[in-house]
């Protein structure tokens, strides 16, 4: 997408061809700047500081983090072990497992020599394979805006509420929440969207509001608490996020306060859509509730906020009382019966196990 009318992805490969550039997330919306990943623990470090974040961009960084390796020592120790590294980094993001493995599969039946040269391509390709199935979810998407915009008056907006950040900053470009109301707006369909702030991290009012801003479509930042209250009033149209794990059966497992908005959007007859790229398909898990591993982050998330001051430093201050125990769950589950529908690359399913089964019939094999 465009930054300042430049296009950008959320990585890419430097001009040397051996290290890998970032847009570091930590720094936005305040401040855009790049980072330059040289190894796989470079690679490492920015998964888990969130430097890159959201399941797709985690996958297509620890893709280059597992070609950084390889370019350094491609035996089959220092494989394994940049594996056993880089996937303990973030627990719930399954792309991440799915991007590993990926790298694995291309580069274990290769000697030593051959392998860095194929996990370069090999990351490359996942990454480019990312921009491909983001902008299907986004052809996917589309008609479901534009039917909601077909039974409104003309020239009314299509209200849009997303939580986190399920954008084009969350994937390497697109992003599956965001690509069908990219599509739209360039459609010329008037479409809002609400963003969740999306407490603690506030991907929504960092990251969403910047992406959606920078590309001109018209959005509001909402406390996250808000959602309910607008549905009962006729403001939301409709529901889409994205999700960084969803099972076999169709449960979505996403940032934390998903959940709510979806029994929010049950009670009030507003449709709640899930942005869904295949790798994101978790086909040895079927209960998402019982079975997902979800990520605890730091007290310190909660207890702290950091923002941008009246005379433009960037400062963290405490908000809890300083006894005060908190706790950090990252994400939760939203169970299939309350997901009107998942976009996906291969058109839009019913969120359970035969639809999901009949749309990527490949992917149940291999996980058999
Ligand atoms: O903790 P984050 O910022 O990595 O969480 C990101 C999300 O929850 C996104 O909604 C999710 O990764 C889906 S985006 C493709």
């Known amino acids: 997408m465009q930054v300042d009318g430049r296009p950008y992805r959320t990585i890419w490969l430097n001009d040397d061809g051996e290290t890998v550039e ?49 370019r350094s020592d491609p035996s089959n120790e220092a494989l394994s072990a940049a594996y056993d590294h880089l996937h303990a980094t973030r627990p719930t993001a399954i792309n991440l497992r799915w991007a590993l493995d990926e790298m694995m599969q291309a580069l274990s ?14 990351a490359a390709e996942i990454a480019d394979e990312d921009v491909e199935i983001n902008r299907g979810i986004g052809r996917a998407g589309l008609p479901i805006i534009e039917a909601i915009c077909a039974g409104k008056r003309p020239g009314e907006t299509v209200n849009i509420l997303t939580h986190c950040n399920a954008g084009w900053l969350a994937t390497v470009d697109w992003g599956p929440a965001t690509a069908p109301i990219y599509m739209a707006h360039e459609a ?9 702030e999306t407490r603690p991290r506030n991907q929504g009012a960092s990251l969403t509001a910047w992406e959606l801003g920078h590309h ?22 409709m529901v889409i996020v994205g999700t960084d794990r969803t099972t076999a059966s169709g449960d979505v497992c996403n940032k934390i306060g998903t959940y709510l908005k979806a029994l929010a959007a049950r009670d009030n007859s ?12 978790d086909f040895r898990v079927h209960d998402g509730v019982k079975e997902i591993p979800i990520e605890q982050r730091s007290g310190e998330e909660v207890a702290k906020i950091t923002g941008r001051t009246a005379s433009g430093d960037i400062e963290t201050v405490t908000i809890v009382p300083e006894k005060s125990p908190v706790a950090n769950y990252a994400f939760d589950v939203t169970p299939a019966r309350l997901v009107t529908g998942l976009v996906t690359e291969r058109g839009v399913l019913a969120a359970n196990r035969e639809a999901i089964a009949a749309a990527f019939p490949e992917r149940v094999q291999a996980a058999a």
């Open 188 to 196: 010329g369909i008037p479409v809002h969207v609400w963003v969740d």
């Open 109 to 122: 039946p290769l000697s030593p020599t051959e392998r860095p040269a194929r996990a370069y391509e090999r």
């Open 216 to 237: 001109g479509v018209p959005h509001t930042v909402i406390a996250d608490n808000t959602g309910g209250h607008l549905m009962q009033h006729g403001m939301v149209d």
């Open 270 to 281: 507003v449709p709640f859509y899930v942005g869904l790229p295949s790798p994101t398909i």
């Open 22 to 70: 970032i847009i570091d997330q930590t720094k936005l919306p305040h401040r855009f700047e790049i980072a330059r990943l040289e190894t796989m623990e470079d690679a490492a470090i920015a998964i888990k500081d969130m430097l890159v974040r959201g399941a797709p961009l985690i996958g297509a960084t620890a893709a280059y983090g597992m070609a950084l390796a390889a």
